[in-house]
């Protein structure tokens, strides 16, 4: 099987959990960016299945290694992706998080924004929620919501791969300009119980570090959010009793699992 390194620690794992993101930035080889301006707006599948995707994308090794520190030693590769290309002004998307979200406290299924160009507040960047992963709404209940304080727009620099939990609320900004801004979306999966196998420092478990308050929260979502992370957390140091679950994202988005390819 082809040999991919976690990157994480505990403390990074513990934000992970929190934030329910994780920026790399400007990751990707500059002359792979340039090739990926021109790829066409929409679903995305011989792409994202050849050598060169998987050798400078999905298998990155700081790509690779955050879905091996989270998804374990097998996770699976995609094999479809999107292409969300912008060229023309538009007044942003509403909030949401995508299709089958659904609630748990497991990590099963990492979603990823991969921008091969420099992204600028004038360019509509996607803006996320930190935080608002392991809260499950209907997309209607929270299409009205404006601007959350605290919200985070991903301008970033060319190359930037963005790793998310599935859940996470989240949009295309306003965008005013006539740039083309491309995000190509894919998603990881799990196939296997989770272990606490990523980069550690001691077989000893810490307890889970709480870190405080996200700002659009009061105390007591907070504490629940605390609460919420101590179950992931146990959850993926193999502490609680674990269902094989199949995410049903994963009707629509297929994967192989590592052990089974070849570049
Ligand atoms: O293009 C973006 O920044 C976000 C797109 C998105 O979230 C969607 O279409 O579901
Ligand atoms: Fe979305």
């Given at each position: 099987m082809i040999d991919v390194q976690p990157t994480l620690n505990d403390k990074e794992v513990f934000d992970f959990i929190h934030n329910g993101y994780i920026i790399l930035e400007s990751i990707i080889d500059e002359d792979f960016n340039s090739k990926c301006q021109t790829l066409s707006s929409g679903h995305l599948t011989d792409f994202i299945q050849s050598r060169s995707f998987r050798q400078n994308v999905l298998l990155h090794p700081k790509v690779a290694g955050v879905a091996r520190s989270l998804l374990g030693p097998n996770f699976t590769l995609p094999t479809s992706a999107h292409n969300h290309l912008y060229e023309h002004p538009h007044e942003g998307q509403t909030l949401h998080s995508d299709g089958l979200t659904e609630s748990g406290y497991g990590i099963t299924h990492l979603q990823c924004y991969y921008y091969p160009q420099l992204v600028e507040i004038e360019d509509g960047p996607t803006i996320v929620v930190p935080g608002s992963h392991q809260r499950l709404v209907d997309r209607e209940a929270i299409a009205h919501y404006g601007n959350i304080t605290g919200q985070v727009c991903l301008t970033v620099p060319a190359g930037t791969v963005v790793m998310t939990h599935y859940g996470i609320w989240h949009k295309a900004g306003p965008k005013i300009n006539q740039k083309k801004r491309s995000m190509i979306k894919f998603s990881f999966f799990r196939t296997q119980p989770p272990k606490?196998?990523?980069?550690?420092?001691?077989?000893e478990v810490p307890t889970y570090q709480h870190s405080g308050r996200?700002?659009?929260?009061?105390e007591v979502e907070s504490y629940r959010d605390r609460r919420r992370g101590e179950y992931t957390w146990n959850w993926l140091c193999g502490l609680t009793e674990y269902q094989a679950e199949y995410h049903p994202a994963r009707m629509f988005v297929a994967g192989i699992p590592l052990n089974q390819i070849q570049l």
């Open positions: 606490r196998d990523w980069v550690i420092e001691s077989d996200h700002r659009y929260v009061t």
